[in-house]
């Protein structure tokens, strides 16, 4: 489907190496959210941008992870050095639908920290 | 404060058997829920969201405001609908909180 595209779709590092992820969603939605989910367990909210700000992200663990929206469309979320607890999928979905709330995934990007 | 609870973890049924699947949220503005389900490795999809009041693959599910519930409800099961599925509150913050799911295996 058209829609959100994530880079890399696979990501396999070892522990305390740096790795970013990139998010190009789509033309015009100026909300973009980065979510993690860890296998077996409902996605979470890792930040949400408004254009270029940064309006939530309380649950972005900040000593190692960071993120940018610059010029508020592409983003990128790093984390720097990462853990083996990282080992996730990170999502960047989009807003479809009826309302704000409601959000289409893609496959997101599969993390592996060994 | 924004909270979904799915009490189980895992649901096993036999075929054609009725499904039940729980969701309990704690929300105190006007809710909008979602149910997504996952498929053995595939991304995650919308199935319901509770405004359309619509019945996807079978699948219903009614908002029930005095209980806080949102269960995900199917008469008859079929094979196919073996995944995880996931009850996801949106509010005001113009974000989803997902419980942690529930992994419906249907036995033949």
């Known amino acids: 489907e058209a829609g959100v595209v994530q880079s890399p779709r696979y990501k396999i590092i070892e522990k305390k190496q740096p790795v970013a992820f990139w998010c190009n969603p789509i033309?015009?939605?100026?909300?973009l959210y980065w979510y993690l989910q860890n296998l077996g367990q409902g996605p979470e909210l890792l930040i949400r941008?408004?254009?270029?700000?940064?309006?939530?992200d309380s649950q972005l663990p900040k000593d190692r992870f960071s993120a940018e929206r610059l010029k508020g469309v592409d983003s990128t979320l790093k984390i720097q050095p990462a853990e083996l607890g990282d080992s996730a999928v990170y999502l960047c979905?989009?807003?479809?639908?009826?309302?704000?709330?409601?959000?289409?995934f893609g496959p997101g990007t599969r993390l592996t920290v060994l | 404060a924004q909270r979904v609870t799915q009490p189980e973890k895992l649901l096993s049924v036999f075929k054609g058997a009725p499904v039940e699947l729980k969701c309990n949220y704690s929300?105190?503005?006007?809710?909008?829920l979602f149910w997504y389900v996952q498929y053995s490795r595939q991304r995650l999809q919308l199935l319901l969201r509770?405004?359309s009041r619509e019945s996807i693959k079978g699948f219903t599910a009614d908002l029930n405001k005095g209980e806080t519930s949102f269960h995900l409800k199917k008469p008859f099961a079929q094979e196919e609908d073996s995944a995880m599925y996931y009850c996801?509150?949106?509010?005001?913050?113009?974000?989803?909180?997902f419980g942690q799911g529930t992994r419906l295996t249907i036995n033949p």
């Open positions: 979905p989009q807003q479809k639908g009826f309302s704000y709330n409601e959000q289409f």
């Open positions: 033309s015009g939605h100026n909300t």
């Open positions: 941008y408004e254009n270029e700000e940064a309006v939530d």
């Open positions: 929300y105190s503005g006007s809710p909008e």
């Open positions: 509770h405004i």
């Open positions: 996801a509150l949106g509010g005001g913050a113009q974000k989803l909180v």
